[in-house]
């Protein structure tokens, strides 16, 4: 059967049909408990007959939201090569295809029997963000013909993101390590993750910021309207009020919400009241950068979380891709951690955050070693075949040039 011959129905209908196979409560929900009760009961055995559907149901599934997805990337759904590989919309959430990649990608699906879309097909144990990393190098290849040249593409985007995590990881776990050791020595207070700009600004740069630079932010802090740099640096008399602390960044803004709603509660605040006052202590105690940081680590934390549930079977998963599986579950656990630090930093979230942030570098390096090291054969390799291609057109264009003086010369002579 071509692509062509599915091209008929409403996509949303034959999605909703193979929700009914597979969705939660349905078809396939239905068998797993009837397998699971009758296993209780030790009569597993008869219901052998009905083994072969819980497979139709799952590839029944798959094949029907492919057909509703060649009917999306018709009508242009950007969300169409996805659906496409088996991923399911629940699945499609916190993520976007680099727009290149998604126009290549559909192009493929709708024009299925023109262009062979095995290529986007999801592959086993591979999750979503592992598939929006993989398209755009398979794009490359398919575009210039050439397999090395769409790895390095691949290689770039994954050594790019490991250049930018890894680095933030090992400064969370040496910084941390730092904090620890002159809080149990010296008794100082610890400082929140992420408020490193509002430290330099208030002329309270950390030992290891370079002392021109130390100077020059003091400076800039220092002209800066007082007013604004609480804004965004965090809020030090609210800190000090309702928090027991010195500087906004050492301050748990948990404790400083819960106080000051208390507060307003015993001045004759309703519940509401003392909790919208509360909620904005905590606020502007934390400032811009903090909370936006705060707020960008609980999205990280969520996505990554989602990112290990795809991956099915933990046993089987770390099965798959060990150093892979380890770097991922520990990305979660960094990400989560560095949230408690930067909400409420003490010994115990300021330590977990050194260990996962470890752990998490070391195993990113380890899953990604072989691409680091095999890149720059790729990247030669690559430009050997841009340049023959270069000079193959080179050529063309010179005798196309050589004809063109020949056909004038014939008209002229």
Known sequence: MSDSSKRMGNPSDIEHLAKLLDGRGNLRDRLDEAFTRATNLGVRDKLSSLKPMMHWTDDTAVDLRRRAAILRAEDGDPRAAALYAGFKSEDLKGATLPPEAMLIANASVAGGDKFDAAWLKRKPGETYQDWLQRIPGDAAAKISGNENLGEVVGDYINITALASTVPGAFKMAASGTMHLIKYFKNGTFLKAPGTTLAQILKGRAPSYIPARIARLGAGIGARTPSAILSALGGSDSLAQIH???????????????????????????????????????????????????????????????????????????????????????????????????????????????????????????????????????????????????????????????????????????
């Open 243 to 413: 928090g027991g602390k010195l500087w906004a960044w050492e301050a748990n803004i948990l404790k400083v919400g819960k106080n000051a709603g208390a507060a307003s509660r015993v001045a004759g605040a309703s519940r509401f009241g003392a909790f919208a006052s509360g909620a904005g202590a905590a606020l502007r105690t934390a400032g811009w950068w903090r909370a936006a940081g705060i707020g960008g680590s609980i999205v990280a934390t969520g996505v990554g979380a989602f990112d290990v549930w795809q991956e099915g079977n933990p046993v089987e998963a770390f099965k798959r891709d060990k150093a892979g599986y380890v770097a991922k579950v520990s990305g979660v656990a960094f990400n989560a951690s560095l949230t408690a630090a930067m909400i409420a930093p003490n010994p115990v979230t300021i330590g977990a955050a050194v260990v996962t942030g470890a752990v998490y570098g070391v195993a990113t390096i380890v899953d990604n070693w072989d691409t680091v090291k095999k890149f720059p054969g790729k990247v030669a390799d690559a430009g050997a075949w841009a340049g023959k291609k270069i000079g193959e057109g080179a050529g063309k264009l010179a005798d196309g040039a050589k004809s063109f003086g020949k056909a004038i010369g014939g008209l002229f002579g």
